[in-house]
């Protein structure tokens, strides 16, 4: 999912799923990479204010909009968890991206996306992505009990399908020895493919940080004790397992796309082009300051 700049209007998330990789950010802020990642939720309260700022600058300036790239909105955070209900930033963001029509794709577990069902529909969107990586309760219980329920997700991804805008599932992340067999995958693009999601895309579990993996494999252990050592093993001295199995799943995933006539990701977007979209060679980086 490529992109050239991202909007996170939280830090921390609700969510907490055991497996975030975003979860080592807390310490950016002087927290811990643990349960406080889920109960320290630091707002933006000025976002949408310092992204139309931005953008107006941007505007202004003899670049022009032309070029700007891609928007991301929810690489570390998710846009939609329990908070924006009440602080409606993620919305206020997407009101500005609307008003000067910048490329956008948003990922989120949370169905809460269809309250903004008709500013969506004034975007330039590259795509919407629910992140669902499991049917199975246990697992979701185990690993991201905070999230609302797969099923609800994939609803979400039929009504938004329906209603026109370009949204898929993303399954994410798929976690090797419990969310990787091919039936249980097959079963999910199954569920994809009824809900009329428009693209899949895959991602095997990367567990970032040592901070990331100890979290992690506290609530491994608690699902089954006996994966640890096979964790271990294929997560020895890096946060990806082998290219070997990451490729052996890549592979399962297009067999079971091909099956039920689901595009990828990188298909959609290629024949969904817009106009707008024009990768940015490079930018530079550039870290804007919010106030919390």
Known sequence: MPFEWSINPYRGCMHGCSFCYARSTHSFLGEQADDAFQNHIFVKSDAPAVLREQLLKRARSKKG????????IGTATDPYQPREALEQLTLGC??????????????????LILRDLDLLKRMRLISVNLSV??????????FEPSTPAPEKRLEAVRH?????????VFLAPVMPYITDRPEDLEELLA?????????????????????????????????DE???????NMYHGSGYP??????KVKETVKALLSRY???DHEAFQERHKTTAVKAVANPAPEQICFTF
């Open 226 to 232: 006996h994966l640890a050592a096979a964790y271990g």
């Open 160 to 168: 938004l399908a329906e209603e026109g805008i370009p949204a898929g």
């Open 261 to 263: 006539r689901l595009t």
């Open 191 to 223: 569920q994809a493919a009824s809900c009329r999601s428009q693209f899949v895309m895959s991602s095997v579990m990367r567990l970032s940080t040592p901070e990331v993996k100890l979290w992690f494999f506290g609530a491994l252990r608690q699902y």
């Open 133 to 142: 990586n499991t049917l199975n309760k246990t697992v979701w219980k185990a």
């Open 65 to 72: 909009l032309d070029g700007i790239g891609r928007v991301a």
């Open 242 to 247: 082998p290219s070997e199995y990451r490729a």
């Open 94 to 111: 997407l009101e500005v991206l609307a008003e000067f029509q910048v490329p956008t794709t948003i990922t989120t577990r949370s169905p």
